[in-house]
């Protein structure tokens, strides 16, 4: 990188992971050096991630806040079956920029703060992990349709194996009656995806383990499988812990590996909801 | 697209899913049809995938064919543990094309034929269900330190319910002894993290489920929980199945979650290899 002639050139390596860190430790403090004191902005952001709401009801709720946006901005996002919203500032110190985002973001929190599970990077399952451990308390997982997606994403959390206990891919109709204890007479007359056998598969896999709570989906993430009373993208996710249930119905139209994707969130943010 | 001038120049939005398509279905045929006939060559390319060898292994064995390539080509590289071999021929006629690649390919299999589980997008997963279903087999696993990631792998394939019947996410070890079996003697004496435990699992998970085979992994997949005996990146993967046991210690050195992958591949790799 020549800085002499006041323009400066930086040619940098092609793979990613070399390219990305090489601009963090070198190029970013040099520009920064380059510009002159106090004359340059720093912007400053900060992404508030949600579920539970669609991106269109959100961005309703807080119509006046985006109308009226200035310094910081407001921009609402729709992500992995989740939505967000970005806020930026723009200031020259960046303590004014990190007092402007937690002012606009108390004012977000006064509207939606029953959706917002995390900041930035934060995910739905480092979330529910974290606020599992700080409680003591113990999950299990018992999966049909996502078939041991939800019971991944947990364990991707490090620490995880001191709140997650153990999960159950009962995917055949009668590991859901061998290992859940799932009553045989539910799934023949509600079908094995209905709230039901959901439910039953969260209390079933609670009590079998020990937990304090228990998690369960069951559904049809295709392409086989549909029918019209049932289509594919039919899911039924299931919270049972301290004596209560709470069973969700959603449909997603997808492929079977979307879906999958679709249903685990669906799951991870009930289970997140219920332990507010 | 304008064609008139001999210069074609095409606009295409840049959304990928969107881009990709009108690629494929509108721009491609264009441009081959403006192409004179019979003076253009077509690339053909094949991707072969191994499992079990390491890259300068493959390298070694091939080594005749890798200096004398000309039409097709051939190309070593190291995918997501695994490696792959890209053959590549150029002719005027399609049929040309795959004539040659068919040759090169089988003289690849004399050589690495016991390597290669698939071809172009053929996944392990994808592998290992078509040759249950083909028997008429089943399969029931037991995951420790890949959390559930081997089940969500195998249950990707559609389909997959006919062959895969259950997982188990045994990350506590009481679940390990209460679900699976494994003896509460073989976890003092050798620790969970061992070849004694990973083969009481596969043959646990696979008795309890009544399933022909059973897969196991336990390890450590970090940050916390190793020791200068048991680092972190130390897996055992395990397979039962028609009275036979196989059991593979293996040693990664990455980040928690790149540490499941590398397990979960080294589990389904050693699946594949007991199947056939």
Known sequence: MSESSGCAIAAMPGVPRELKVMMEQEIKPRILKMMPPGEHKILLSRVLRLVGIGESAMEQLIMPLIENQSNPTIAPYAGNYEVRLRLTASEHEESAAIQLLNNLEQQVRDILGSYIYGVDDESLETVIINELLRKGQTLAVAESCTGGLISHR???????????MQGAVTYDNSAKIARLGVPEQIIAE???VSAETATAMAMGVAKTSGCDYGLASTGIAGPGGGSSAKPV???????????????????????????????AQTALAALWQFLR
Chains 1, 2 share one sequence.
């Not at 991707?156 to 997650?164: E, I, L, R, T």
């Not at 959603?250 to 999958?260: E, T």
């Open 154 to 164: 947990l364990t991707n959390v490090p620490g995880a194996s001191a709140a997650f």
């Open 190 to 192: 509600h079908g094995a």
């Open 233 to 263: 993208g039919l899911v039924y996710v299931a919270v049972y812990g301290q004596g209560r249930t709470a069973v969700n119905e959603r449909r997603y139209a997808s492929s079977r590996i979307s879906n999958k994707e679709a249903f």
